[in-house]
């Protein structure tokens, strides 16, 4: 690992990071060919945020959130904190302090593959979080890590700059260079949804809608009238 | 596994499931002598429901959902819809499509053991949902699996047209046919329970109450009066 | 594991247990040395309450709450109650009629390293429980264990009479005979977590607020203007 | 839960349960339709046996051991003892003595999914074991369950006299009523693997033997002679 | 947590703690009343050691290993070292040069709540390992804990100088000043059950050995002779 | 995700690639920084084998194996399979007729992020394998993912052609480009490892070898020479 802090990142332009805060991350993970989905393991500390925003990447050393105050200082408004573990860990490495420092830069939020703490506070203050874990447990500021470096969380890699979209099914990252394409096809896939949502509160059923008859049969899937009752 | 759809399964008066409807999922856990719970890892996607209905059971393939679509076509109102899987998996097979063909056809619910997304719009929607997981991550329609016949979901037996019961601590099925016993069982108790709960409440003591000085010495209990102090 | 339970423990001050109730958990873990955390593996089972009081300590066999029923005898008014376990369990040991009975000798919360059930009741009731599993499945009386002997929870030790601390982030246990200078360091960092709130609120570095630049470079970090884009 | 021991339990023929014997567990759970399978949870204690046997099943309630007792002297030489429980557990419910016991009776095997121990003295004794967990805490005999009732293991049903195999993948439940028709499919496949062997060894392609090019391209795939280098 | 190391403890008399070393950790753990064991989670790296020394304790913080440094300096012949966490951690905090140092000083094994590596060069060594996790991860020299003061694992407090036995079932702490009377109560159980062996083999049912006939009927448990047949 | 295979992709020499395959792979992930470590979660379904190979990479869909056909038809003799998945997923993707088919391509071994089967005859045949899970359960051939492109298994990237090592400890992978430069530092580490081990074999303390006294006075540590004994 170079422990290095890289200042000036490449961002998408807000417009087209906005765009995507109106959009479900099951719904962006679909257009972009089901990737990018940071996992179950990233659950809302708090129910009720959905935000986009821009990452800006921290890879922390387990129980240490040194590099967490650095990356804070090299934010810009609209960015979203992602922390990467070059190692598996649940302490709680950040809390409301950081909380302010984040709201002070304009930080949208933050994706941790660690744990949080003063969850209550969050909540109170309107800061959004996902994260693996809550815990109490504090950190120290002795094992520099990175920031502004490519890490990966629950098997997605986050590059600094990529958009990043966040609600209660989780985390999204949409890599920089696809994310205008992305977003087209999740706007179509939203309007195609909302054809299909009143098609279905009409009565028809997914397995005409969605074609989903054909095929059945050459697999051996047989409707029987009746089981013999027990 | 048969891969079919019984068409035609039989289901409890639809009185008895509904009578069951008021009564917590504990209590009916133990009036039925501590069977049929679904277990710990089977939680509320959004915190609040509690619904009784008859059992729709799929048993569905890993990341496929074909099934689902299958099933929803076969129900009738009031049928809450039961997912098994043949083997582990958390991906994300039921979301708001699904839950309004549900709603259309009168399902009451899901119960699931694998992972549900689009948790917020399932919440807008009252739409009420238990499962293992919360996830993103999409399904196919490749792999069919099974309608309407036995499954297992934590270790208990699910039968088509067993009553289903959810709240907050989870789900218990009771076989059809005990379900008139079982009923009176779990009324009988909620009774007792109301008693048990006066009399604690005017602060008579639970030792007394349940009978439990019997057998404390006899097991080598005893009561000490000072431990030394460290 | 001597089978008794110890009549006449030692209670902190009421003013002193009480003075912690308006301190965070994290705080007070923080201001005595990182040190009584019961872990992220205990949670709260409704979202909302932050209390203190004094350990009532059982320790339990698996699947059996008969020691809880004599604990709760036990209580005096400040009391929360403590379950420890002999081995791994998840089952429901406490619900709602306990609740009733704690309620009524004025016990403040069940803290618990098995399973609690009813937990839609204990919120109706306003009875704050914090445990590492949510489970209908009931538990017997047939194997004592111990009320108010030293009991362990998350790799921390939790003895009879200690000051015992709950909220949204978790578990604290602060040792009796070290309460007061507890309470007075918990108190000193409040005070200083305000300030720095307001110096990070007003945009200052957290960087330079924590001296946290020192020491980057003789470790090895740097910072650099631009990474090679791809 | 009934607490009963049923005396009486029909068994398949021994040479059929035997014939089981030589054939691997991931062959019969596919010569079965992919089921009868007991998850990936329930591992060997000491790696090298592949046993077959009659299912002699126990429903044990948490830390507790009478049933495993009350089944042994139940037992028939060929039978494999299978062990559910009412709720997870680790514990370990079984040790060497019992092996004795279970030695004595011709019993060939354990199956559990709690916990066992002195598993250095099974492994001397040649005793096979499965479990889901290694424990040495001890269990008691306060809470009957029952004997030779169904039970289920990692999502599959067991019906006592079913035929099981165990090896180093783990375990196998094949009903007893579909026995012989399972036992044939088996070997039949084994034979066919036989000869895939021998063409994969001799440098056929798996693409070719399985007709696994068919419906690539129908699905989106492509080959790509060269991706553009990092 | 108080930043220390102790360097003069008290130990074990060297004859009793080796008496343990033939004695299995199930059958001690009985011995002590079902107290001490560190749980399931603590497993041999290597299969086969049986050793029993006296408790060397260091608190660590995660990712880091300097506490076992100081500790080993510390050590006498027949110590094992003892880590506990201050926090979960699965990073490789002991490898072959520690253990290469460990001998060195006399040190008959390792027992650690977090991970190890080089585990084929441990085994070559003939150097015993428990562990929670293996893991390759390194870990770092930064954040003091303390050597020689009171740890828990799995549940279990840990004594500077309390007797360690370890097998392939786990580990099991006898502490120090009751140390000879558990020994004696685990050589009593040993004879026991080598004469309740002898009976098992001979083909005496283990419900009359142990007395379990009695009771199963006042609990409900019936002996029916024949189940219905499905 | 795209569905392609790459067919062309640049591989280290092999004469680099054989060099690694006699260092430890906690050796390598030192050696390079501490990176490319495959996490705990990966371990030698087989104790024993120690490997190195050129990555052949698979990204697979939960229960399919389809992508493995196509990626052993495109290797070359000293690549090593890493399997990636797009959900989680434990499932025997992988068994005895596949590794035979590997072996008749010169294939060196398989590392994968989901479950395999048949381990007795992978055992027989010498075919080490490193994976997450040990499962009977079968899949399927209908969801291509891709061939030869990048993956992450445990937090860490993989780019096809990447160096891949394999020991007891786990999995470690170094990119193509900088292997020269790893296996350098990894060999002068191995050299530096060999004269700390005889140091310490003489008696010197690793608290002077590793310099590790300093820092410890400044960061509040202090030996005390006897604790108040209880």
Not at 13 to 24: D, P, Q, R
Not at 33 to 48: C, D, E, Q, S, W
Not at 204 to 219: I, N, P, Q, W
Request: proline share 4%; charged share 20%.
């Amino acid at each position: 690992m170079m422990n290095i802090a890289v200042r000036n990142i490449q961002r998408a332009k807000s417009e087209l990071v906005n765009a995507f805060g109106s959009i479900g991350v099951a719904t962006i993970h679909e257009a972009q060919g089901r990737t990018g989905y940071l996992g179950a393991g990233i659950r809302p500390v708090n129910r009720g945020p959905h935000i986009s925003g821009s990452a800006l990447t921290v890879l922390a050393t387990p129980n240490d959130n040194w590099m967490i105050h650095v990356a804070i200082e090299l934010a810009l408004p609209g960015d979203i904190l992602l922390v990467g573990m070059t190692a598996p860990c649940t302490d709680g490495a950040f809390g409301d302090l950081l909380a302010v420092a984040c709201q002070a830069r304009g930080i949208r939020g933050l994706v941790s593959d660690a744990g949080v703490r003063d969850i209550d506070a969050l909540r109170d203050m309107n800061f959004p979080v996902w994260s693996r874990a809550i815990s109490a447990q504090g950190t120290v500021k002795e094992n520099p890590g990175a920031v502004n470096v490519p890490i990966t969380i629950g098997g997605s890699v986050i590059n600094p700059g990529d958009v990043i979209v966040a609600d209660s099914d989780g985390v999204v990252c949409v890599p920089r260079n696809t994310a205008d394409a992305v977003l087209d096809a999740s706007q179509e896939r939203d309007t195609k949804e909302h054809d299909i949502r009143t098609a279905l509160q009409q009565g028809e059923s997914s397995m005409d809608l969605f074609g989903l008859r054909t095929g059945l049969e050459a697999k051996g899937f047989t409707y029987v009238d009746k089981a013999k009752d027990k």
